[in-house]
């Protein structure tokens, strides 16, 4: 490899885009420097991450520039580990005495430390034989800002223009990211990733003699070509405003509850925090000691599919090297397993289910009823878009929100609302659920359909 210096200044980041072999060589590179800096300072093992990205950005709102973002950047973090004592360090600055320097502190902060038993790289046996594949998420586009602030005021204009009643914007704003990636271990693993992210969204005001009201739209992919186009992502935040317009408070009392895709997505994540590592060894969750038992009906199935072309975050990998594989978190109704990095696991006296960094790609089986047919099964109920606050306690499962949405009467939404509370407990809400939807969210990490809940409490008039 050629002198780091010169290699640093010979790669322009721009370069990234048309040759992005080059620049993960010099990451690679830069990651294997540092290893055997680390191995001849006295580390028994070390492992990095080193990454590069390019991301623009821009906001508009009426009209206006409100913000224009261009951020290139390269960064790493190095962890030393000596006897089971750790020092973790991260540095932007890529300079050769920059990374020297980073090598010598990680050192000295591990000299400092406790050891612990459960820290270290995950097994070498566990590290992924077959790093290959790009899941079709590399598609690098080169952009003028020009271009995105066309297609932001495309956005905006639209939906201002659609009805007299939307009076404002709080902003339609595009994206354009790419990212490359380098993990590498002492065990002599080293693997790489290469993403690209083009997204958009708009937020609208709408106004009657009721009072204001907002709402959004929103598009992520990992092509451009692909990206909803502008006008109607604006079209969508208006219609969407309009209809909150007149909202008012639910009645109180018991309700079926029906979250849609977007508040749906809060409830997965609030299992996977409950069945992650860290919430298990601190023995801070509602899901304590439950692997293995019933925590939902037994039409539920939630699995991971990390190698899902085109997902949010395929790899063969996790972030500790170890190899991903399709596998069930749920099947059945049953908690299948825990969400573990091989320290949890360790500290848990498990093994690693290949999650360090978190689930990759996990996927809630959905129903054969559309949204509108379980509004309909519904009879009566509420409809919940959107959710505040964070009364959400983890530790014994107490559910309380504040939401918005629609009331639903005789199986038809009768108005919008606002201004409520649900509430109710997670390990109750779970298997309570009556109904899945057939309309999953594909833009995200975790993909769940609308979900249709019993027993809980609304707070309202």
């Given at each position: 490899?050629?002198?780091?210096?010169?290699?640093?200044?010979?790669?322009?980041?721009?370069?990234?885009?048309?040759?992005?072999?080059?620049?993960?060589?010099?990451?690679?590179?830069?990651?294997?420097?540092?290893?055997?800096?680390?191995?001849?300072?006295?580390?028994?093992?070390?492992?990095?991450?080193?990454?590069?990205?390019?991301?623009?950005?821009?906001?508009?709102?009426?009209?206006?520039?409100?913000?224009?973002?261009?951020?290139?950047?390269?960064?790493?973090?190095?962890?030393?580990?000596?006897?089971?004592?750790?020092?973790?360090?991260?540095?932007?600055?890529?300079?050769?005495?920059?990374?020297?320097?980073?090598?010598?502190?990680?050192?000295?902060?591990?000299?400092?430390?406790?050891?612990?038993?459960?820290?270290?790289?995950?097994?070498?046996?566990?590290?992924?034989?077959?790093?290959?594949?790009?899941?079709?998420?590399?598609?690098?586009?080169?952009?003028?800002?020009?271009?995105?602030?066309?297609?932001?005021?495309?956005?905006?204009?639209?939906?201002?223009?659609?009805?007299?009643?939307?009076?404002?914007?709080?902003?339609?704003?595009?994206?354009?990211?790419?990212?490359?990636?380098?993990?590498?271990?002492?065990?002599?693993?080293?693997?790489?990733?290469?993403?690209?992210?083009?997204?958009?969204?708009?937020?609208?005001?709408?106004?009657?003699?009721?009072?204001?009201?907002?709402?959004?739209?929103?598009?992520?992919?990992?092509?451009?070509?692909?990206?909803?186009?502008?006008?109607?992502?604006?079209?969508?935040?208006?219609?969407?405003?309009?209809?909150?317009?007149?909202?008012?408070?639910?009645?109180?009392?018991?309700?079926?509850?029906?979250?849609?895709?977007?508040?749906?997505?809060?409830?997965?994540?609030?299992?996977?925090?409950?069945?992650?590592?860290?919430?298990?060894?601190?023995?801070?969750?509602?899901?304590?000691?439950?692997?293995?038992?019933?925590?939902?009906?037994?039409?539920?199935?939630?699995?991971?599919?990390?190698?899902?072309?085109?997902?949010?975050?395929?790899?063969?990998?996790?972030?500790?090297?170890?190899?991903?594989?399709?596998?069930?978190?749920?099947?059945?109704?049953?908690?299948?397993?825990?969400?573990?990095?091989?320290?949890?696991?360790?500290?848990?006296?498990?093994?690693?289910?290949?999650?360090?960094?978190?689930?990759?790609?996990?996927?809630?089986?959905?129903?054969?009823?559309?949204?509108d047919d379980l509004i309909r099964s519904m009879q009566r109920g509420l409809v919940v878009t959107e959710l505040m606050g964070q009364g959400v306690n983890l530790v014994t499962g107490d559910y309380s929100r504040g939401a918005s949405g629609y009331w639903v009467e005789n199986g038809e939404i009768a108005y919008p609302v606002e201004e409520?509370?649900?509430?109710?407990?997670?390990?109750?809400?779970?298997?309570?659920?009556?109904?899945?939807?057939?309309?999953?969210?594909?833009?995200?990490?975790?993909?769940?359909?609308?979900?249709?809940?019993?027993?809980?409490?609304?707070?309202?008039?």
């Open positions: 490899m050629k002198d780091l210096q010169q290699a640093l200044s010979e790669s322009g980041m721009q370069g990234m885009l048309d040759n992005p072999e080059r620049e993960i060589q010099l990451l690679t590179g830069i990651a294997e420097r540092m290893l055997d800096q680390a191995r001849a300072g006295g580390a028994d093992a070390a492992a990095i991450s080193v990454s590069s990205s390019l991301g623009r950005h821009v906001t508009v709102r009426l009209g206006d520039i409100d913000v224009l973002e261009d951020a290139r950047d390269r960064g790493l973090s190095l962890t030393v580990y000596c006897k089971r004592s750790s020092g973790t360090v991260s540095t932007a600055d890529m300079s050769p005495d920059a990374l020297d320097q980073a090598v010598e502190q990680a050192l000295a902060i591990a000299r400092h430390t406790q050891p612990d038993p459960a820290g270290g790289l995950a097994d070498a046996d566990q590290m992924a034989k077959d790093t290959s594949g790009d899941f079709d998420i590399w598609h690098p586009q080169r952009f003028e800002m020009a271009e995105l602030i066309a297609r932001a005021t495309e956005m905006e204009q639209a939906g201002l223009e659609f009805d007299q009643q939307v009076t404002n914007s709080e902003g339609a704003s595009v994206s354009a990211n790419a990212s490359l990636g380098v993990y590498a271990n002492t065990h002599g693993f080293n693997g790489h990733a290469q993403r690209t992210h083009y997204g958009q969204h708009c937020v609208l005001v709408a106004r009657d003699d009721s009072g204001m009201q907002r709402d959004w739209d929103w598009d992520d992919q990992r092509r451009w070509d692909l990206l909803t186009d502008p006008a109607t992502t604006g079209l969508g935040a208006a219609r969407k405003t309009l209809r909150r317009l007149g909202a008012r408070k639910a009645p109180t009392g018991p309700s079926l509850v029906l979250f849609n895709t977007d508040t749906a997505l809060g409830l997965i994540r609030h299992l996977v925090g409950a069945v992650s590592g860290g919430n298990l060894y601190r023995r801070s969750s509602f899901l304590l000691d439950k692997a293995g038992q019933s925590v939902f009906p037994d039409w539920v199935d939630i699995g991971e599919q990390p190698h899902r072309p085109a997902g949010q975050r395929s790899s063969r990998f996790d972030s500790e090297g170890v190899a991903t594989s399709d596998q069930p978190l749920v099947e059945g109704g049953v908690l299948s397993r825990y969400v573990l990095s091989s320290y949890s696991a360790r500290k848990l006296g498990l093994e690693t289910t290949a999650n360090a960094g978190g689930v990759r790609n996990l996927m809630f089986k959905p129903g054969d009823q559309s949204q409520i509370t649900i509430a109710g407990n997670l390990a109750d809400m779970f298997k309570q659920l009556q109904a899945a939807g057939s309309d999953v969210e594909s833009r995200r990490n975790i993909q769940v359909p609308s979900l249709l809940v019993d027993g809980m409490t609304i707070a309202g008039e």
